[in-house]
């Protein structure tokens, strides 16, 4: 099976990167961890207009309707760039559950933004206090929600917040858009990987100790390169899963699991081999490497964590 995207969709990709490498996302994370989502609503609306927020909303309200392979290829991007805000729910949960929902229009438009809580693995709705819509999706109900009480995040750029109904429920694919935000969490996970990954490359060429290059150790070499081996070998994972949700073959909720595993995985190794090459520096505030690695963490439990993906993978087997 070939997993490699076609010409189209690399100049999505491209067009993605050029639209947020002028964005100075580092700032707007810090900004939204601190409260304040203007630049990062900058960068969404970005995102709007090239069609990234209405991938996943229907035709009929305005959407793309698009392959979840287009969604992987610019959930990769975005977790690469460490978009702030709910990537995760607004672009790949709430189109689902709003798929009979004429507000879903406004999610495709970039008008609204919506956060989502699905317990028991999603306990909690990742900032709730910036989304225009807060939905509550359990057996087989979707509801609007009210956010209660701010829990804390590994990641500061992520505010989580209890939540209660706060209307009658409505019929929803709830499983389905349950592997969706699975699914999308493990390509900002690979696209955060391999952010991580370039900049210790980039690093490993430029640190001098001892008067040599660090990047000419072969300790280092060997570390990166299993790195790029974890990542190179989650990655067509989390495109296969995408084919899985596309036309049904094989145990989607098998090979979505898979894909949530590996990028998971791959995404630690990355933070931890990262972190190693940097040294201290890579962990304070002020140097951008801080940013993925406490995002890589918060990501890795979220739809699901590796444990409870790893059980279902085992059952289907």
């Known amino acids: 099976m070939n997993f490699e995207i076609d010409d189209q969709q690399r100049d999505f990709a491209a067009s993605i990167d050029a639209a947020l490498s002028a964005a100075n996302l580092p700032d707007a994370v810090r900004a939204w961890a601190a409260g304040d989502a203007a630049p990062g609503r900058k960068a969404w609306a970005q995102l709007s207009d090239l069609g990234v927020t209405a991938l996943m909303v229907p035709e009929r309200f305005d959407?793309?309707?698009?392959?979840?392979?287009?969604?992987?290829?610019?959930?990769?991007?975005l977790g690469r760039w460490n978009v702030p805000g709910p990537v995760t729910e607004s672009i790949a949960v709430a189109p689902i559950l709003l798929a009979d929902d004429e507000r879903a229009g406004a999610l495709a438009s970039g008008d609204l933004v919506a956060t989502v809580a699905a317990p028991p693995l999603v306990a909690r709705a990742v900032d709730a206090d910036t989304a225009g819509l807060v939905l509550l999706a359990a057996d087989g109900q979707v509801s609007d929600a009210a956010a209660g009480a701010r829990q804390e995040s590994v990641d500061p750029s992520r505010h989580l917040f209890d939540v209660t109904a706060?209307?009658?429920?409505?019929?929803?694919?709830?499983?389905?858009?349950?592997?969706?935000?699975?699914?999308?969490?493990?390509?900002?996970?690979?696209?955060a990987a391999q952010a991580m990954l370039d900049a210790s490359v980039d690093y490993a060429k430029q640190r001098s100790q001892f008067g040599t290059i660090i990047g000419t150790y072969q300790a280092i070499k060997h570390k990166l390169a299993d790195v790029l081996i974890a990542v190179e070998m989650a990655r067509p994972l989390v495109y296969g899963a995408a084919l899985s949700l596309a036309d049904g073959s094989g145990d989607t909720a098998r090979d979505v699991s898979a894909a949530k595993v590996a990028a998971a995985d791959a995404a630690l190794l990355a933070a931890r081999s990262a972190l190693q090459t940097h040294g201290a520096i890579g962990y304070t505030q002020e140097h951008d490497l801080s940013l993925l690695l406490l995002r890589v963490q918060a990501l890795r439990p979220a739809w699901g964590d590796p444990t409870w993906h790893r059980r279902r993978v085992l059952e289907a087997l």
Request: glycine share 12%; no cysteine.
């Open 166 to 191: 706060a209307g009658d429920g409505r019929p929803a694919d709830v499983a389905r858009a349950f592997e969706f935000g699975a699914l999308a969490t493990a390509a900002q996970l690979i696209g």
């Open 63 to 77: 959407g793309i309707d698009a392959h979840p392979v287009d969604l992987v290829v610019a959930l990769e991007r």
